[in-house]
DNA sequence: TCAGATTAGTGAACACCGTTAACGCAAGGA
DNA sequence: TCCTTGCGTTAACGGTGTTCACTAATCTGA
């Protein structure tokens, strides 16, 4: 294959994937649909096997980019704190989180709810730090490890080891807190944006507010 | 309509429910379907319209009944500690929480996952305490009721307030903690459920207990 | 007991869906 | 120039939710 003909494959591919992506904003995740992806490009739904061996390997391929954007996201925001503002820049990057996943209710469902078909496969790939998700959980891993070796990180008993998985070079005690924020902030803004608080309060901002609140005073200084 | 027909009718649509929960068992979320259900009960699929109005309100109803199953779970493994022993029971309901959440994924998916179509009308719907979700929550709420009470409770400050809610009775303090404990385990038993932790660890479970463990030292004695 | 109304269930049909197969066409390289 | 490779087509299979017209059974009330 000619590079010239390569670089218009690459280019189908990524107007299927964003054509994907709109139905995803638009219709949610069931409204993805190879028929309905191939009806908005002019195409006929069979083409699009050319480019896609399954609908599933292309969602898989949809969540990569998912998380990308919201790293990316994340680190436009970090990179407008002092770089040696650790604790200002996680800061940050967690409301950004918030943010990212309110205005974009249907991406988040696909890259942080249940597993859907096609991408149960994609949180078993995430073995190596070039994982989308892995590196993802990377920007915040940094800040809280700079935050360790300057001894402002309240790290508790090591609990889980990361030396067999991505994060070979974290220490464990750090890794193991890392785990519980992430579980609680994941917790918190999940809830909310799959609207499991809007039986409890109208508005869910001072919760998360109060649970950001929290970590920066747990934070030695 | 006669009562003997009534009862039939109930009958009927127990089955049905009965029907769609078992392909969500064996085949997730997606493996919910009208023909299939009609298959396994030997009728046809319009025949089902006679009993539901569209699939979403049959799904709709198996909300309930997963909440309930779920609550009742909760308040077996409760009842077995002493009725004073508000943090003990409070424990092993949080423990059968996670335990049941993990024991039927495609179930947890359904009432604790992104809203699908026609569940995001149930979680709307949760204006009173007969709501099946609200009383899933009231049976937390109640321990921790009594433990702030007995002044055991570390309430912050009282960021939201529940009297336009379901929970008018909390005081605002009490409602606010419990939130945001309630989002704490929401986040990292549906984390660990939906496979988000895979990557980071293989055993979700100690870190669980360590969150456990956080909520027990943090109560005054 | 018997006519009428209500109910459960059926089969056909419509409009979708993912996916596969066989085929035509146009461009690229030898 | 030939011919291989890749892109796109149409047709088809089996699946889905849902609606409509119709039948058969059952229940109700006089």
Redesign the interface.
Known sequence: MSDRSQRRRDLTRQEIKQTARNQLVTG???AISLRAIARDMGITAPALYRYYPALDSLILELCTDLYTDLRVACEVVRDQVAPEDHEGRLLVMVREFRRWVLSH?AE??VI????L?GV?QF??Q??DLS?A??QF?QIFIDPMLALYHQGRLPV??A??D?H????GDVPPEV??YF??K???????I??E??????????DAE??F???VT?FTESLIR
Chains 1, 2 share one sequence.
């Open positions: 949610g995740p069931n209710p988040s469902t942080f709810g249940p597993p078909p149960d949180h078993q995430c073995q994982h998700g892995v959980g508790g008993k609990i889980v990361a067999d998985h991505a994060h890794y193991t785990l519980l992430w579980t609680q902030f994941y917790g918190i999940m809830a944006a799959f609207g499991h608080l809007s039986w409890a309060v109208a001072p919760l507010e109060a649970e929290a």
